[in-house]
């Protein structure tokens, strides 16, 4: 799906509202700090849950990336006339 120049720019402008917004942000570090609490509640076999852990830790992380390229894209946006 391609979007249009002020879909970025609005698109931009909600993810830097989230990424400011301090609920989201202490939500998001809640679940990466009950991630490390199940991890290190695993046994040294645990392989697969700890992949999954690690995957859930990685989301988050994805997320918060995912928001600031949309702030980036619409800067970019911006810029170009």
């Known amino acids: 799906m391609t979007k249009s120049k002020q879909q970025i720019i609005d698109d ?3 993810a830097d509202r989230l990424l400011r917004d301090t ?3 202490r ?4 679940i990466k700090q009950d991630c490390w609490v199940e991890f290190e509640a695993t046994a040294m076999g645990d392989g697969e849950v700890r ?8 989301g988050v992380e ?15 946006e911006k810029k170009v006339k």
Request: negative net charge; aromatic residues 6%; glycine residues 6%.
């Open 12 to 14: 931009g402008h909600a």
């Open 23 to 25: 609920d989201l942000s």
């Open 27 to 30: 939500f998001l570090d809640e």
């Open 51 to 58: 992949e999954g852990i690690y995957m859930k830790l990685r």
């Open 62 to 76: 994805t997320v918060r990336q995912a928001l600031r390229a949309m702030v980036d894209n619409a800067s970019i």
